[in-house]
């Protein structure tokens, strides 16, 4: 069987991979006048109920809510694949749910809803607030993304985090800081280019920038972005349409270089692919680069290049957002133990240093004995992720919380 | 311990009563290039996306859609508490999330939403529908909560029910059924009084009226409906706000008495209590009542008169909505077996006579050798009741579309 074959015939089998599951004991639910279900159901809820509505507060001790994510999404942007609607949405969040359970002991419950609209994306967000302990905001288009969750960090009153921003950014940056140790570079010194400038571009910039890494340019599908094609409005969408793309032109391309992909790629050290379009890259591209490159092709479920190319055109080190290919860089290593640290202290914002905080930590994991060409990353399942990014996250926060009392 | 502390120290050490889970086997999931994260995440999910966004009705196939249920409650009217808002909404609506899974193996979602707004609240159903095979409408005032249920039944393309209302009615008559056996008194020949012309009311007396029941008569707290008093303006809920209220007015006091529940009540065969007023019975009144009185005072968590109370007023049969007494009537007999009928069969409406048909397919379950005063229901987790609702209901079914396609 192919891998789509096997794929459709596991969920056809499964009809959902997750379930709810009732915590209740059966033993005495039922007994007559003393069973529990005179506590968990009406009458004795009733007295549970009375003292969330005197402080709604003792909702996290007396409900689920404390553990509870919801995974919205509007079908949009749903892996490489575009707008396929919401429906079509629903195995790929039942199959984060599963690694929010598995990794994280987490509650997540996908909400693929029917609107693709962003004020009523925002006030759905705010409508099922209190049922959840955190929101976790999921393959949506952007930049219309970026500025829900901004509108959203504003309103909320439970934290909020946009994996395919801040996930992403966090593993790829503790993949780089790997990889740059084997191949003996340093952050403040290499050229970057990043192709894609939505979510995931955005959110590598942004931590890249924040870790000391520059030199970087990022290119859409007309090319090198930068101030001066703001200028001459040869990229109406920087100024007119999006201002997070105006962001990266900014903070990026100090050598004001134009042209696309195939062109800017020269010379760069390390290529890293957010565009969503498998096959953009070739292996003359990848001859192109510097000595040692390294190529991080993350698309999915088509990568920009497959790795075994990439290594026969000259990098190093090729990586991917797969988990059949060695080096899976993927948020899954990253997004349950981030949220297992949000839920647990409450902490409404996550800051670029914290994140850069906790992509060393990941790296630290990999021990140099083990450091390898095909093993920069852990694997999603490796257990000491979890209680290394909980003591990360927590210290990072903790500081932010000395500095803002001292 | 009493009630109140044996039910919050339970919440307090449950913190949420369900919890997600994946089905996943663990075996083989994080295996090297072949484990299953690849199929059930990317890449391999990627094409079951696609299938989907071809044809969205595959959701029921491979997902969890086909088996979800939304319980949707915005907090105003949580059992007999009133506005409590939807965070004191949230341990009621998991204990029937548990009762779901128990007695209907149906996964349901507790949605307790911020927004108390009529129009806010039908978009906000809309907007989560792609995730759900039904939606449950659950403790939300009246008469919003009719025309939200009204406004759902035309744009929805999953089966909406509204227990409040249609479950209520349905278990309510099958205790009525019973007890009139015992008495021997028949439907057509009774006088019902009804405390409460909210969602229990009028679906109560929809389904007696359908069943044949027609000397009804409704008290609210102004007294008796009825068409003479909205006439006389001397209630007018009846004709500017409640359209509901008009309806039932219209549709009992067929001797056009007046006054409040103490008057009414004398000479009544029934009293059925939905008032959500706990105390607002007492003996004298029970005495006024005719000879084999039945008295369901159903309000939670306070009935409108204690069992012991009829009982020594009088009445021959009590019963109440408790777990904690004798003889309850609660929806919990009814929603697990509905829903899993009309999530199996993707029936989009119940009408009065299919829930007069389920009424007495579960009235039947208590044969006579077993039926007495203190017995007329069978308990929540009779294991006849699934089989018995879903024979009844599907033939039930069956007949509209024989019908409808005769």
């Known amino acids: ?9 596991l969920h056809r089998m499964l009809k959902g991979k997750i379930e709810i599951q009732s915590r209740i004991s059966l033993e005495n639910l039922f007994e007559a006048e003393k069973g529990t279900l005179g506590l968990i159901y009406t009458p004795g ?37 575009g707008n396929v609607g919401p429906e079509a949405a629903i195995p790929v969040m039942e199959g984060k749910a599963v690694l929010f359970k598995i990794l994280g002991g987490i509650n997540a419950f996908p909400l693929c809803i029917s609107t693709q609209n962003k004020e009523e994306i925002i006030r759905f ?19 219309k993304v970026l500025e829900i969750v901004e509108g959203l960090q504003k309103t909320l009153s439970v934290p909020i985090f946009h994996d395919d921003q801040h996930g992403t950014a966090v593993i790829t940056l503790a993949a780089l800081i790997n990889a740059l140790r084997i191949v003996g570079k340093k952050l403040d010194a290499i050229k970057v280019v990043i192709a894609g400038a939505g979510s995931a571009g955005y959110g590598i910039v942004k931590i890249l920038y924040e870790a000391g890494c520059h030199d970087i340019i990022v290119t859409d599908s007309k090319g090198a972005l930068s101030t001066d094609t703001v200028n001459n409005n040869s990229n109406d969408d920087l100024v007119v349409k999006n201002r997070y793309k105006l962001e990266l032109a900014q903070k990026t391309n100090p050598r004001k270089l134009t042209g696309n992909l195939e062109h800017v790629i020269e010379g760069a050290d390390v290529f890293i692919g957010v565009s969503g379009k498998g096959g953009i890259l070739n292996r003359q591209m990848i001859q192109s680069m510097n000595h040692d490159a390294i190529v991080f092709a993350l698309s999915n479920p088509d990568p920009e290049i497959l790795p075994s190319d990439a290594l026969h055109g000259g990098a190093r080190i090729a990586a991917t957002g797969r988990s059949d290919f ?32 906790v992509a060393y930590a990941i790296a630290g994991i990999v021990n140099d004995a083990h450091l390898m060409e095909d093993y920069i990353i852990p694997p999603v399942n490796d257990p000491r992720i979890l209680p290394t990014v909980t003591k990360a996250l927590r210290n990072a926060i903790q500081k932010h919380v000395t500095k803002a009392t001292a």
Chains 1, 2 share one sequence.
Do not use: H
């Open 45 to 81: 809820v009733a007295y549970v109920s009375k003292e969330i509505s005197n402080n709604k507060e003792l909702a996290y001790d007396y409900t689920s809510k404390w553990n509870n994510v919801a995974i919205v999404c509007d079908g949009t942007r749903v892996l490489g694949l």
């Open 1 to 9: 069987l192919g891998l789509k074959d096997e794929a459709i015939s």
């Open 125 to 143: 967000v705010k409508e099922v607030e209190p049922m959840f302990g955190a929101i976790n905001i999921e393959d949506i288009e952007s930049p």
């Open 326 to 357: 060695a080096n899976q860089i993927n948020n899954a290593v990253v997004f349950p133990s981030i949220l297992r640290v949000l839920l647990d202290i409450r902490a409404k914002t996550l800051s670029e240093d914290m994140l850069v905080s």
